[in-house]
């Protein structure tokens, strides 16, 4: 009997199997040193958590942020045509250029906190396929595009954040949550860039529709990438496994960037172990998502943009969690009285 023929999801699910642990070592190291700092301990909160962190997944007991690096994807969705957006999918071009230009917020927030900011164009002008009728991407493609994912970081960073541009990425982000977590779709669609009721009314139609449509091949989490997902979406999960896989720590943007990190909670939860949570979305069901994700978000402003533009808040922080366990002083250096046992 000759062996099953491999699919090119097998690679992925070979690859998951491969990836580093956290660096129990580096994080006792960090632990020392907080404990000599010029401090009480435990006074700089999830500052010293975050240092923590970093060390597991950079593997090095002196945790630093040197090269942060904010990664926008960017593509289309054939669901758009179902009226699903408050805003044209011509915008998706037009915000490239702008990014280009320079004149977005993710180009400000990345100037203010010294980060580097790349963008990818994922063949923006040939939207994906409609998800109410038809599969996102087959799988060849999907796998294809998870791999440009990987190879985005393949410059170099010391800490990734990872963000989106797409017009109607909310609905692809509702679907893909519906398909993992149950539930009526309602609670899952959101307002997105703004809709109206109208609006609010066609996504959860489209979202019902899409999981009508797909019915049981969507037990398989990958399945529901490539049925239900956009060329963001995987390409951010390659990223995601790319960063794993060099020991690179990984800052996720809000509710559309999250469902690629659910894709990969849900192949093993283990998988986004090196992830933190940026912020806290405007978009209502984040929050659920985050609690099953067991990520606590370092920020809560209100925010639903999408671009990166929390996780690039954040990096700012790990930036100053990092700098503040490697150059604040300790009491021996300082000549400041310890405290007294």
């Given amino acids: 009997m000759s062996d099953a023929v491999s699919s090119p999801f097998d690679d992925i699910r070979r690859l998951i199997t491969t990836m580093p642990g956290p660096d129990e070592a580096a994080v006792e190291a960090v632990q020392l040193r907080d404990r000599q700092l010029t401090k009480p301990v435990g006074s700089l909160g999830r500052l010293e958590r975050i240092a923590e962190w970093l060390a597991a997944w950079q593997a090095k007991p002196n945790p630093s942020v040197d090269r942060p690096l904010v990664c926008v994807f960017a593509a ?12 044209p999918s011509d915008v998706n071009r037009q915000m490239l250029e702008n990014f280009a230009a320079g004149g977005a917020a993710i180009n400000q927030i990345c100037a203010a ?10 063949a923006i002008d040939m939207p994906t396929g409609d998800i109410t009728e038809a599969d996102a991407m087959d799988e060849k493609s999907c796998v294809a595009t998870m791999a440009f994912g990987m190879e985005a970081i393949a410059g170099g960073t010391d800490l990734l954040a990872i963000g989106e541009m797409g017009i109607g990425n909310t609905t692809i982000a509702a679907a893909i949550y519906t398909a993992l977590y149950g539930g009526p779709a309602e609670h899952w669609v959101g307002r997105g860039t703004g809709v109206d009721d109208e609006g609010f009314k066609r996504k959860v139609a489209a979202v019902e529709a899409a999981i009508a449509h797909h019915g049981d091949h969507l037990k398989d989490p990958l399945e529901v990438l490539r049925r239900l997902g956009g060329r963001e979406i995987a390409a951010m999960a390659g990223a995601i496994l790319a960063a794993r896989l060099q020991r690179i720590p990984v800052v996720l943007d809000g509710y559309v960037a ?4 659910a894709i990969l909670h849900a192949i093993h939860p283990s998988t986004i172990d090196h992830c933190i ?15 099953r994700l ?8 209100g925010m639903r943009l999408g671009e990166g533009s929390g996780a690039a808040l954040a990096a700012g922080l790990v930036k100053a969690a990092a700098a503040v366990h490697r150059d604040m002083a300790t009491f021996g250096q300082a000549g400041v009285s310890e405290r007294l046992s």
């Fill in 76 to 87: 289309s969705h054939g669901v758009t045509a179902k009226g699903v957006s408050a805003f």
């Fill in 294 to 301: 067991g990520k606590i978000p370092l920020l809560a402003l």
């Fill in 277 to 291: 949570a940026g912020h806290l979305s405007a978009e209502g069901a984040h929050q659920d998502v985050l609690g």
């Fill in 258 to 261: 999250t469902s690629a990190a």
């Fill in 113 to 122: 906190y010294g980060l580097g900011f790349k963008v990818f164009d994922l």
